[in-house]
């Protein structure tokens, strides 16, 4: 079992919906998680960065981890164009960097 | 100011050439950390420092050679590439690599095309 689980996608909204992006994990011991958004061809911006469980809020964007349930979810409200990226999740433990394998997304005006 | 600055943003190089990518951060971050990613896939870690010293280095070719001369920049030294190293080279950098305060912002990349 890979450390952290994406889905791909592509997944593609209309404009004004609520996104929901997921990945799962493996490892209940793993404690910093952080979302990155990343547009084509330039480097992965953070969004948001969360320690331990609970849910994290800034503007459109919501970060939630249940660590029972080893699930880390990115909510994005009021969904732009401009949101239309892909989002990587990713954990960092110990010495260990896991990023998931991205869910493009595209939102539709 | 969450900027880390990379240079060049492009590079062509042949496979006998040598070339250094440079990256810079005025954060007063104390880890900082070289990644590649190919064309659709998330970025792989290859080396990270932690104080300027080498913590981890994730079993990359000796033709990538890292340098940390102090802790605002680091670069990555490229020789005899293969065309298959053709990617974006994307540097990052956190407060700590350990501790609470791990939070990685990154650079722009530099795309390497190696010909």
């Known amino acids: 079992q890979k450390e952290v689980e994406q889905d791909p996608g592509p997944l593609s909204v209309p404009e004004g919906a609520i996104v929901s992006l997921n990945c799962t994990y493996s490892n209940s011991a793993f404690q910093y998680f952080m979302w990155y958004r990343q547009y084509s061809r330039k480097g992965p911006e953070l969004l948001m960065y969360?320690?331990?469980?609970g849910n994290k809020e800034d503007g459109r964007f919501t970060a939630q981890v249940d660590k029972s349930s080893k699930y880390i979810s990115l909510f994005i409200r009021d969904s732009q164009p401009s949101d239309s990226a892909t989002y990587l999740c990713a954990i960092h433990t110990g010495n260990q960097f896991y990023f998931g394998t991205g869910t493009s997304l595209t939102v539709i005006p | 100011d969450t900027e880390v600055t990379q240079t060049p943003k492009h590079l062509v190089m042949g496979m006998t050439n040598k070339k250094s990518l440079k990256c810079e951060q005025h954060m007063g971050h104390r880890a900082m950390y070289w990644y590649k990613q190919k064309a659709k896939k998330p970025p792989e870690l290859m080396f990270v420092y932690s104080y300027e010293k080498l913590s981890i280095n994730e079993s990359v070719p000796s033709r990538f050679s890292p340098e940390c001369p102090n802790s605002s920049l680091l670069n990555l030294h490229l020789h005899a590439l293969q065309p298959e190293d053709s990617a974006l080279y994307l540097c990052?950098?956190?407060?700590?690599?350990?501790?609470?305060?791990?939070?990685?912002?990154f650079g722009q990349g530099t795309r390497l095309t190696v010909v």
């Open positions: 969360t320690y331990s469980s």
């Open positions: 990052a950098s956190s407060q700590e690599f350990y501790g609470d305060r791990r939070q990685a912002f």
